[in-house]
């Protein structure tokens, strides 16, 4: 089973850029019909969609974060690395690095534990 590690920095300052990484075991980013997304969510709020990349590199931000956000990926660390750039205090929550699977008739879903980021001077 597909197995999703994320690693953050913790706590950033305002204005920063954060730099989060999922690490992928037990398979490959690039297996067609995965995708790999990055969820987060504020202190009591609901789970908020960034963006994902897919098995091919295709890659689509959420239109509200599209402006700060990067999504990449190193084929040879089989990781997914997510950036978040003028981070304000509304930034932080736990992110959660999240892969998909479609096979046609049934879609599978694979989450990491999340990592907390704090934005705070």
């Known amino acids: 089973q597909v197995q999703l590690q994320e690693s953050g920095p913790g706590l950033v300052k305002p204005s920063q850029t954060v730099s989060l990484t999922c690490a992928v075991s037990e398979g490959s980013i690039t297996t067609k019909y995965y995708w790999w997304s990055w969820i987060r969510q504020p202190p009591g709020k609901g789970l908020e969609w960034m963006g994902f990349?897919?098995?091919?590199?295709?890659?689509y931000f959420s239109p509200s974060l599209k402006s700060r956000t990067s999504i990449s990926r190193d084929t040879s660390k089989n990781q997914i690395t997510l950036q978040l750039s003028f981070v304000t205090p509304e930034d932080t929550a736990v992110y959660y690095c999240?892969?998909?699977?479609?096979?046609?008739?049934?879609?599978?879903?694979?989450w990491g534990q999340g990592t907390q980021v704090t934005v705070s001077s």
């Open positions: 999240a892969g998909h699977r479609w096979d046609g008739t049934t879609k599978t879903d694979y």
């Open positions: 990349i897919d098995y091919s590199g295709y890659i």
